[in-house]
């Protein structure tokens, strides 16, 4: 067969793995939810900033997780000028780049928010994308551990004004405190960098697995239920029992979980600057009243490796039901702490900084599983249909679209094939449209216009059994003159809306 006549391929739509497509549902509310997050940033002073999604490779530096993905866990491509870019792995280590190119103009303490997309080139599962937003907020040029407070308290609105009153934690806890242990246990220096690192992490995992799990991750190893063997960290029983005993010191009180955490850190340099940064954190906390919403918690850990004083948690603490019926804890939301490092690669000099991350997908899918998002209904635009398709009368019915329009009233024209007019009504019935304005040639002839109700339509048509009931109640569809059509429209708009309130309330 010559390739002349070979059908060209039909090219298979398929979403790339690891990503999601966004329904207009989703969209709205994440817009509701960051307008939230928002306003109570800028009501602490900070102002927002954007950087690109891509930034030079060298600017992510070592701080990237995942070293066994391809690029290293970030998406790269080489320039024509042979430098190579990534797209952003966090909102971090770009705003650390920004503030350094731009740190003769900006005023320190820069105080900034930026909401956006990042990257990570990980191997994708349930629930876990390779593309999110986050939704961070930093202070940079700000050394005292009252900033990081600060944060926690920002954070702490942040949960109140999403209305999760009483169903959160913010847990604090300190780098140094954790480092101070680990030279305690004998994994100070460089030669144990990580050995370290395997051990935070195993720390890390206490919400996941529990006391008993941690001690074998910290000790030969943890098997799962599936059979799988995690390596452990290889640590000794006094070693274990150390780090077992600093994440057991959480108590009732910032009090008495300080003279626990005090009784561990023993004369270690390291652990005391960070217990007593942990204390001037909690007198603070004390002080401005967020003594029931700001915790200090020890077996905070958090991943990234530029951390390097406070470190902090937004932890839910209501249950939901996951994919096998089990009841389970939330859990973190969003994390941050203080990256005094991170600038200072750039500059030659320290540059103190301190900041706090929101996952927002994760967090809007907490506040829907509450009922706290997404309940107000986006309402479907009026649609106005086309009877006729000469250019006076779609001029006509464009007149009446902006009407609404300019009254902040949703409509739309139709934009189809007018010539079916059921085919506008079954759209108007999908779409969920409220109303739909008609004006054929006897209606222009008299200066009026049908106006549809459909959700009473719908309402009706659930109610009435026969076609005489339905003759007689046909309160669904008016005629109203033109110049009356906005304010009949208002009218319509509004009694729908009140059932809608009474419906919820019932």
């Known amino acids: 067969m010559n390739d002349k006549s070979k059908k060209p391929q039909k090219l298979k739509a398929r979403l790339p793995r690891g990503f999601v497509d966004r329904s207009a549902a989703d969209i709205h509310a994440t817009n509701e939810m960051t307008a939230k997050i928002r306003e109570v940033y800028e009501r602490y002073g900070f102002d927002p900033v954007e950087t690109p999604l891509f930034e030079y490779t060298d600017a992510l530096g070592k701080f990237l997780p995942d070293s066994d993905r391809p690029n290293e866990g970030v998406f790269s491509l080489q320039d024509d000028d042979d430098q190579w870019m990534s797209l952003r792995y966090d909102l971090t280590a770009p705003l650390a780049r920004h503030v350094a190119e731009n740190f003769n103009e900006i005023q320190l303490p820069f105080r900034t928010y930026r909401a956006g997309y990042v990257f990570r080139n990980e191997k994708p599962g349930p629930g876990r994308f390779r593309q999110f937003m986050q939704f961070d907020a930093d202070t940079v040029g700000a050394p005292g551990v009252q900033a990081d407070a600060e944060m926690c308290m920002m954070m702490a609105d942040t949960m109140e004004a999403l209305g999760l009153n009483g169903q959160y934690a913010i847990r604090v806890n300190n780098r140094k405190l954790l480092d101070g242990v680990l030279e305690i246990i004998g994994l100070g220096g460089e030669e144990n960098a990580e050995k370290r690192l395997i051990v935070l992490r195993a720390m890390d995992k206490l919400d996941k697995f529990g006391i008993d799990g941690v001690r074998l991750l910290l000790g030969g190893g943890r098997k799962d239920e599936s059979g799988d063997f995690t390596k452990g960290a290889g640590l000794n029983k006094p070693q ?3 780090v077992v005993e600093l994440l057991e010191a959480t108590k009732l009180s910032a009090e008495e979980t300080l003279d626990a955490i005090a009784a561990v850190v023993g004369e270690n340099e390291t652990a005391k600057q960070g217990f007593e940064e942990l204390r001037t954190i909690a007198h603070l906390v004390i002080a401005a009243g967020y003594t029931d919403r700001v915790f200090i918690s020890p077996s905070v850990v958090r991943g990234l490796e530029y951390y390097t ?18 009841k389970v804890v939330f859990g973190s939301v969003g994390g941050g702490g203080r990256y005094d ?11 103190p900084a301190t900041g706090f991350s929101i996952g927002v997908s994760r967090l809007m899918t907490a506040l829907k599983n509450l009922g706290k998002l997404g309940q107000d209904e986006v309402i479907a635009p009026v649609l106005v249909t086309v009877m006729d398709g000469d250019v006076e009368s779609m001029g006509r019915y464009q007149r009446f679209t902006q009407a609404l329009r300019n009254e902040g ?17 079954k759209y108007a019935d999908r779409r969920g449209c409220p109303i739909a304005i008609i004006q054929g040639g006897d209606e222009r002839a008299q200066g009026v216009v049908q106006l549809k109700d459909l959700i009473e339509g719908k309402r009706l048509s659930g109610e009435i059994e026969d076609n005489a009931t339905w003759r007689e109640a046909r309160v669904a569809q008016e005629t109203v003159p033109e110049a009356d059509l906005v304010a009949k429209v208002k009218e319509i708009l509004a009694a729908q809306a009140e059932d809608r309130k009474r419906a919820g309330n019932a």
């Open 409 to 425: 009233i949703r409509a739309e024209m139709y934009q189809g094939n007018w010539k079916k007019f059921g085919n506008q009504l």
């Open 309 to 326: 004083g406070p470190v902090f948690e937004a932890e839910l603490t209501f249950d939901v039901t996951n994919e096998k019926g089990e």
């Open 341 to 351: 490092g991170l600038v200072s690669r750039f500059m030659g000099q320290p540059v």
């Open 240 to 242: 274990i029992d150390r």
